[in-house]
């Protein structure tokens, strides 16, 4: 069976800082792994991975997958009050055709 | 990119009654909807795959029975809680795959049901 799990489970900073959430995984017939933010409602995607080591660089997000160690993070800087919100990753395995999530991380940022 | 539409995002029932979630991809045909369930604090749970013209593919635990799941076209599928009880409470949120998209999903906004 398919697992994902995330650490840590809950993050409270303050404005300004760095963050760094980790995703391990293990997955069968591995093809990617996915990122979505959670607010209130709907996920919305961050970012798809399928090659280790090549950072994927969004404004103040960026991620890397490390498809030896079977681990993703996603670091956050300079964060802002608007990161608050429960962060996914996601794991996909390509014979199963689906996505397997981990608990989420849930990140507050104090102002 | 793509959108999902998901109606309603709030519905309240009485113990008992039936209550039909729908979610719909605007602009584009969606083979697969995936229907998950997410408690409070909690990552989502699929309960579902959802494959257009054929019969929905259910997780372990999830009764059929209960969720009913109908994908009669390739924009449109529902949710059906039968005979719903307070336990049933919970945010339902369904998510689509693009064809040409792969595993990247979109998602609809959710829909909070609350059963009295």
């Known amino acids: 069976e398919d697992k994902v799990v995330q650490s840590p489970l809950s993050l409270v900073v303050h404005e300004g800082d760095t963050v760094t959430l980790n995703c391990s995984y293990e997955?069968?017939?591995?093809?990617?792994l996915l990122w979505y933010k959670q607010e209130k409602k709907a996920p919305t995607f961050l970012f798809m991975l399928?090659?280790?080591?090549i950072e994927k660089k969004s404004g103040r997000l960026s991620s890397i997958l490390d498809k030896k160690e079977l681990f993703s993070i996603l670091n956050i800087t300079a964060t802002q009050t608007g990161d608050s919100a429960v962060y996914l990753c996601?794991?996909?395995?390509?014979?199963?055709?689906?996505?397997?999530f981990g608990g989420g991380t849930r990140l507050m940022v104090k102002p | 990119g793509a959108v999902v539409s998901q109606h309603p995002s709030r519905v309240i029932c009485k113990s008992g009654t039936s209550v039909k979630i729908e979610c719909r991809s605007l602009?584009?045909?969606?083979?697969?909807m995936f229907w998950y369930r997410q408690f409070p604090k909690k990552s989502l749970m699929l309960m579902a795959t959802?494959?257009?013209?054929?019969?929905?593919?259910?997780e372990q635990g999830v009764e059929k029975d209960k969720f009913l799941i109908n994908h009669a076209s390739l924009t449109l599928s529902t949710l059906t809680v039968t005979s719903a009880h307070p336990e049933d409470s919970s945010f339902y949120i369904c998510?689509?795959?693009?064809?040409?998209?792969?595993?990247?999903?979109?998602f609809g906004s959710g829909t909070q049901l609350s059963v009295l």
């Open positions: 997955v069968t017939n591995f093809r990617s």
């Open positions: 959802s494959n257009e013209g054929s019969k929905a593919t259910y």
């Open positions: 399928t090659s280790s080591g």
């Open positions: 998510s689509a795959r693009a064809g040409g998209l792969g595993e990247k999903l979109f």
């Open positions: 602009d584009f045909q969606a083979t697969t």
């Open positions: 996601a794991g996909y395995n390509n014979a199963g055709n689906m996505l397997t």
